[in-house]
């Protein structure tokens, strides 16, 4: 059985109660970075002491309005995510989400619930317990996509492929990291073959958390810088 900690997806140490996150799109320009980038979104996230994400509050700001949602968590007395509240701006963002788990203590099965609709994944898991199959089912319990993971020695997903009800190949990615467990490199492959890139660095506090995070596309002779991330991280006491 393997479980990552909220904290451990979130790749953050230490005693974390809250983070908030801002990305800014970085505008063409041969000047002060700060003076060209434009704030495309924001998420604050809120933990309790077992470390678990309990609150997310996510925006996205586009040509002067704001996508909104908030997101609150329950968890067991394992630590185990029971139930997703959410509410926001896009119908997509209302529903509720309840999550069953095996004896081993892996999730196997998620169900969200719209006003209108409803929405049912199926989670399969190595002999190890890594997460290696995910399927997405409709309102009808029809299929409408699956997800395969791969993953590398130290356990950090290394390949994401996602297929269509038909079971064609619509696209995949392919990750590397730093020695933090931090991504560094993605990798956008598309069905044809054709792939793009996104690199990553980052700056750090003094409890090694990311504070700092610069994405970068490769262009036809040097990586252009296309957004920067923002982290203000308060710890407990």
């Not at 970085?26 to 604050?44: A, F, Y």
């Not at 020695?179 to 750090?204: A, H, L």
């Not at 700092?212 to 262009?219: D, I, W």
Request: net charge positive.
């Amino acid at each position: 059985m393997i479980i990552k900690t909220d904290k451990e997806e979130l790749c953050v140490v230490g005693n974390v109660k809250a983070i908030e996150e801002k990305e800014f799109v970085v505008e063409p320009s041969l000047w002060n970075t700060k003076k060209n980038r434009r704030l495309q979104s924001s998420i604050n996230y809120s933990f309790d002491r077992n470390g678990n994400v309990i609150e997310l509050e996510t925006k996205t700001f586009h040509e002067g309005s704001i996508i909104s949602s908030v997101q609150q968590f329950e968890f067991n007395e394992k630590d185990q995510k029971l139930k997703t509240k959410s509410k926001g701006t896009m119908d997509s963002s209302n529903y509720i989400e309840t999550l069953l788990y095996d004896e081993l203590g892996n999730k196997t099965e998620s169900l969200k619930v719209f006003a209108l609709s409803k929405e049912k994944s199926q989670y399969k898991y190595s002999i190890l317990g890594y997460l290696m199959e995910k399927m997405v089912f409709d309102n009808f319990d029809m299929l409408t996509y699956r997800f395969t993971y791969k993953y590398n020695e130290k356990g950090c997903l290394i390949e994401l492929i996602r297929f269509n009800q038909k079971g064609l190949c619509v696209g995949s990615r392919k990750y590397r990291y730093n020695n933090k467990k931090c991504v560094t490199e993605i990798d956008y492959v598309r069905p044809n073959g054709k792939f793009s890139t996104e690199f990553f660095d980052y700056t750090y506090d003094s409890n090694t958390n990311w504070v700092n995070k610069l994405c970068y596309k490769k262009s036809l002779i040097k990586k252009k810088l296309i957004s920067l991330t923002e982290r203000n991280i308060v710890y407990f006491d």
